[in-house]
């Protein structure tokens, strides 16, 4: 599906959640509901079934799930079956996140490296990178064992490369255009 | 090779040791989709258009759409290498070429890269391949003349320095011919030339580079390749590279000739591209700014004035007909951005009239003041003489008997399309051209059988060589034609006549 669409859908889903202040408790509903849906494909593929009625997938989805989702999720489960996008259900909400991360000004910093960061340096660099770009962020830590050594730090579409991987390449390309 | 193996081991040492390098900050972006040489991604923000990016894997691309959350850009080179989700990496240039003498002579691929197996190019500099062609103040009107050495065009249809001359025909009319012939005809001279392919067979490139360096053409040339089987990507960008491989030398204040063969295949590179990032397609399917794409590109064409370098880019563009179709969409286009036309036509060509260039409906804008003195004096009359001989030839067919003038007019007339003839990779200095044209339309060759004109001229020139070259060289220095330099001409071309009685007079009627 075009990025563009999904946008409106994450788009409105903020809206609404904003709204109603239900935002957060929304969000969590349809993650939960997604991580069932991971966890049973067959579930899923009857959902996602073009031959299966809406009121049968109405049913079965009420009759799963019960009250442990409101009433607007619900309406949004049916609004995305009704529209054959339930499929990009993961991206609506990674979209979600990250318009919502953006209108609260906060950006998402991914750290590679190859040990899982202390506690100190992960303070360290929040603050550096929050004192260079000028806005709050979050940090989250990923370990990639084919950086060799040293981080790679992505806001946004920026990347920071200075794991040894990323050196050897940088040497690698120099020495090949060599003369 | 115990010295070789230390000279690799110290130099890569020193690479090593030499290797200073600080965290890498790069923009990235994400594939989403890649297919037909062209590919989406996401992220990348803050690129440029026509910005360079860097797929890895040594494989570039250009930005040519930029979209609200995806940049669609064309792959220069294998689009197999990527993948979706590859990372890519804006490199913050427009692209480039290398630019510099290191190219004269050498066959390089749209991007600036050897193809001729000649080793590294030292480029002297990098020029952006999209350039603001010379505005109005820093040109000069078109008056030194480009020799191209083919008579027909040379007297009627000249060429100056700064030009944008057209070279429309079908195929197999001799347009590749008549654009090679101009650059071997400025071997020894003051010319660079450069020779742009587009789509064309690699076969036939390669004839052009061998008769080019036989000829001891590719002294003065640069060669640049987008063959047939190159990707579209890289036949679009190739004029334009071409072009500021030449804007180099301009700069440097030289004349550089560039021919662009062709532009139709150009123009159908770039409406692949268009489509493929669907861009709405117009008439014949070419985008809407076909035109703008070959008017920005032959602009750059300038003649420059003394205070900006005196330098010169004369554009000879190729457009391929189709059946003779001169109003299809891309040929009424460059028609309209050139100065003028040369129009080669397969009738005349079967009828042994090579170069078939159609005189009537071939145009010089610039005219004849970029002609040397003593040429502009002969053409003149040739043309006016070409004219009345096709009105009368015409009539003549109905097979009336004519007066004598008339008779006499149409003689001339044979003879003067039997000059105009000329063979292939077989350029004549401009001061023989004249001496030519002279003998010509003063009547001096009707006593000479139709038949061995040719054979006549062949002889005139190597006589002029050996016993009459101080008129040779007096045309050449002063380029006019005084009273006295007539009057030698006659003399000689009489005299020439003396000696050859018994093969060329024409035997009497009776």
Do not use: W
Not at chain 2, 60 to 84: P, R, S, T
Not at chain 2, 123 to 151: C, D, F, L, M, N
Not at chain 2, 335 to 353: R, W
């Amino acid at each position: 599906m075009k990025i563009a669409k999904i946008k409106h859908y994450a788009k409105s889903l903020i809206e609404i959640g904003q709204g109603h202040n239900c935002f957060e408790e929304i969000v969590d509903q349809l993650k939960n509901v997604e991580e069932k849906l991971a966890e049973n494909p067959d579930f899923k593929k009857y959902l996602l079934n073009k031959r299966v009625g809406f009121i049968k997938k109405r049913e079965a989805l009420e009759h799963v799930f019960q009250d442990f989702l409101s009433k607007r999720t619900y309406n949004f489960l049916y609004l995305l079956i009704k529209n054959n996008k339930l499929v990009n259900l993961s991206d609506i909400l990674n979209e979600t996140n990250k318009v919502n991360l953006k209108n609260n000004k906060i950006k998402e910093v991914l750290v590679e490296s190859v040990i899982p960061l202390p506690s100190e340096i992960e303070k360290t660099i929040k603050k550096i990178i929050e004192k260079k770009i000028n806005s709050e962020i979050i940090l989250r830590n990923i370990i990639n064992q084919a950086l060799l050594g040293g981080m790679k730090i992505t806001i946004g579409d920026t990347v920071i490369d200075g794991s040894l991987f990323g050196k050897i390449s940088r040497l690698q390309r120099k020495m090949e255009n060599y003369e | 090779m115990s010295k070789n193996k230390d000279f690799v081991i110290e130099s890569l040492k020193k690479q090593i040791t030499d290797f200073d390098d600080h965290v890498a900050v790069d923009k990235t972006g994400h594939v989403v989709e890649v297919g037909d040489g062209i590919a989406k991604i996401t992220g990348l923000a803050e690129v440029m258009s026509a910005e360079m990016l860097d797929f890895g894997d040594n494989v570039f691309g250009v930005a040519l759409n930029l979209e609200e959350d995806l940049v669609g850009a064309m792959i220069l080179g294998d689009y197999l290498k990527i993948k979706e989700g590859t990372v890519v990496k804006s490199t913050g240039r427009i692209l480039q070429v290398p630019v510099g003498e290191g190219m004269i002579g050498r066959v390089v691929d749209p991007l600036g890269a050897p193809i001729d197996g000649k080793g590294k190019i030292e480029a002297a500099k990098h020029y952006p391949i999209e350039k603001i062609a010379p505005g109005v103040i820093t040109r000069k009107s078109v008056h030194v003349p480009v020799q191209t050495g083919i008579k027909a065009i040379d007297s009627m249809i000249p060429i100056g320095r700064g030009q944008r001359e057209l070279i429309i025909g079908d195929r197999q009319t001799g347009k590749t011919a008549i654009a090679i012939d101009t650059i071997i005809n400025q071997k020894g001279k003051d010319l660079l030339c450069v020779y742009v392919a587009i789509g064309q067979k690699e076969s036939k490139i390669a004839k052009i580079v061998a008769k080019l360096e036989a000829e001891g053409a590719m002294d003065h040339t640069i060669i640049v390749v987008a063959g047939a089987s190159m990707p579209a990507s890289l036949s679009y960008i190739a004029p334009q590279a071409g072009c500021a491989m030449a804007e180099y030398f301009m700069d440097q204040g030289k004349d550089v000739l560039i021919v662009y063969d062709d532009l139709s295949k150009h123009a159908v590179a770039y409406r692949e591209i268009s489509l493929l990032l669907k861009r709405p397609p117009g008439r014949e399917a070419y985008p809407g700014d076909v035109f703008y794409l070959h008017s920005r590109l032959l602009e750059r064409s300038a003649n420059l004035n003394e205070d900006f370098g005196g330098g010169s880019i004369t554009a000879l563009p190729i457009i391929e007909t189709q059946a003779g179709d001169i109003s299809a969409y891309i040929p009424t286009n460059v028609i309209s951005i050139t100065d003028g036309q040369i129009f080669l036509e397969s009738d005349l060509f079967y009828q042994g009239i090579r170069p078939a260039v159609n005189v009537g409906l071939s145009v010089s804008r610039v005219g004849s003041s970029a002609q040397i003195k003593a040429m502009k004096k002969v053409a003149g009359k040739l043309r006016l003489e070409v004219a009345q001989y096709r009105e009368l030839a015409a009539f003549a067919q109905f097979g009336s008997d004519l007066d004598d003038a008339t008779q006499k007019q149409l003689e001339t007339g044979k003879r003067i399309t039997e000059i105009l003839k000329q063979g292939q990779y077989q350029p004549v200095e401009v001061e023989k051209q004249v001496i030519i044209i002279y003998s010509v339309i003063n009547g001096l060759l009707d006593d000479i059988q139709v038949e061995k004109v040719s054979e006549f001229e062949k002889g005139l020139y190597k006589y002029f060589d050996n016993s009459a070259k101080n008129v040779l060289l007096e045309l050449k220095k002063k380029g006019v034609m005084d009273e006295k330099l007539e009057k030698d001409i006659i003399k000689i071309v009489n005299e020439y006549k003396g000696t050859v009685e018994e093969m060329l007079l024409k035997p009497e009627k009776e």
